[in-house]
């Protein structure tokens, strides 16, 4: 009978010890870059040379929309959702230009007190096509509660 008792309490605690415990996960805080290329619709989506700082889903849905009025370009992002709570997304637009061949790079520096983004648009080298395009990028940042500075 003590053996029996023995044997039934250390099944019993091997059972309970063995529980899974919570998954706990950690999330990559990592920017990401959501899409980067050109409009194709000569400036008729409607969107001047501008840096964007998104907040919102409501926000994020209005420039998709904005940016689909001439071709379906949110098609091609590799992030359509994004989680706002944890996540803000920077867009950047440049004007529109008369070739091809533009591209903007785009280099985050995050300090205690500010975060600064540093926007560079690489313009062709060589020969371009000749077509209307607007560069634009668009990158998802951890969100924090500094000011966003763009250089």
């Known amino acids: 009978m003590k053996n029996t008792c023995f044997l039934l309490c250390t099944i019993v605690f091997t059972l309970v010890s063995c529980g899974s415990k919570p998954n706990k996960t950690t999330q990559n805080m990592e ?44 098609e091609q992002f590799t992030q359509k959702d994004v989680n706002f709570n944890i996540y803000q997304v920077i867009a950047v637009f440049e004007s529109v230009k008369t070739t091809g061949g533009y591209r903007i790079d785009l280099n985050l520096e995050t300090t205690q007190t500010q975060r600064t983004i540093t926007v560079n648009t690489k313009a062709p080298e060589g020969m371009a096509t000749m077509v209307m395009t607007q560069p634009f990028k668009i990158m998802a940042i951890p969100r924090m509660d500094t000011p966003i500075i763009f250089q």
């Not at 926000?59 to 009025?69: F, G, N, S, V």
């Open 31 to 74: 920017p990401f870059i959501i899409a980067e290329g050109n409009l194709y619709g000569n400036g008729d989506e409607g969107i001047p040379k501008q840096q964007i700082i998104i907040n919102t889903e409501a926000e994020w849905h209005a420039l998709k929309e904005q940016m689909d009025r001439v071709n379906p370009v949110s």
